[in-house]
């Protein structure tokens, strides 16, 4: 199996895979999106709410908060002794303030230094003239089975390599495809007139190009044993981390297999 | 209020809400600030395009 990283930032991992087939890739998608486990805002405690928007929304709002997450900090709460929720397996946030104010994600004090929102620039709830709000919400360990605002993943998806054929005994270089194709796939060369595939990892296998083709010149096809694979993370973890973080919960799945058999 | 997240595939987008409404209020051509923003996705660009601050 050849991997091949295309791009990476601390917001995306691109890669190609070669020599898996359909059921590994997409146990690994799986298990990133709904099961590597992340931080997010579970309880919510009010002390005080003046302002319009209702406990429980704020409450909503407050738990869709990406968190930086460390799973070296934090246990889950199921492996805890306590009954609901402790030091050990939860992070304290308060947010205090007093109108006229909008309160941001940024202004959430975090018990422990480590563990903080992603971004400090979500507008969480407008305080106007006189209103005062206060509140302590405890984040949890939880997986994207259990609700979404645990997936740490935003866009995690894999698609077939594109293969494009053309054959150039019936292409007469009329520049169709490279018109109609809605991702820009190819470019006609009016020097060499001819067609030439200049994007090719960008092609979506719409086929719109060999359908349009007045010859049928071109075949679109996907290699069914290579794929190229998106993670998006939202923050919690680098994208990488999720990737890895996958990797383990799948083969600890593999194992428990063959601890039954 | 805006979303937290986009409502189709979770991305935090409100977070770039406030300088997406400062940068095209001074007249920045909105397509553009989008680009600038990193939000690729249309479910991700119409959360912000369509959004109106009520209250």
Request: hydrophobic content about 35%; some cysteine.
């Amino acid at each position: 199996m050849e991997i091949e990283i295309k791009n990476q930032d601390d917001q995306e991992l691109v890669f190609t895979i070669e020599g898996a087939d359909v059921s590994l890739v997409n146990a690994l998608r799986r298990i990133a999106t709904v099961e590597v486990p992340t931080l997010a805002i579970e309880t919510v405690q009010f002390t005080r709410n003046d302002a319009r928007i209702f406990d429980e929304a704020l409450a909503h709002r407050l738990g869709l908060v990406p968190i930086i997450t460390d799973l070296e900090v934090v246990i889950p709460q199921e492996e805890c002794d306590c009954e609901d929720y402790c030091s050990r397996c939860s992070v304290s946030f308060t947010l205090k303030g007093k109108g006229p104010k909008t309160l941001y994600s940024g202004d959430l004090k975090s018990s422990d230094p480590q563990i903080k929102p992603v971004l400090d620039t979500i507008p969480l709830v407008k305080l106007r003239e006189g209103e005062e709000l206060e509140l302590e919400a405890i984040a949890q360990l939880g997986t994207g089975s259990q609700h979404a605002k645990w997936q740490p993943t935003t866009s995690c998806a894999y698609k077939h390599y594109p293969q494009i054929t053309i054959d150039l005994d019936k292409c007469e270089a009329c520049g169709l495809c490279a018109d109609q194709c809605p991702r820009s796939v190819y470019r006609l060369d009016e020097k060499e007139n001819k067609i030439e595939v200049v994007d090719l990892e960008n092609c979506s296998m719409c086929n719109t190009c060999s359908k349009d083709c007045p010859n049928q010149a071109i075949t679109v096809e996907g290699l069914r044993d290579k794929f190229i694979f998106r993670i998006e993370s939202d923050g919690s973890f680098p994208p990488k981390e999720i990737l890895s973080l996958a990797c383990d919960l799948l083969s600890l799945k593999a194992d428990t297999i063959l601890d039954f058999l | 209020m805006i979303p937290i997240r986009c409502l189709s595939c979770g991305k935090v987008v409100s977070a770039y809400f406030d300088e997406y409404q400062k940068r095209v209020q001074d007249g920045e051509d909105s397509k553009k600030v989008l680009d600038d923003l990193g939000l690729k996705r249309y479910c991700c660009r119409r959360m912000l395009i369509a959004h109106v601050e009520v209250w």
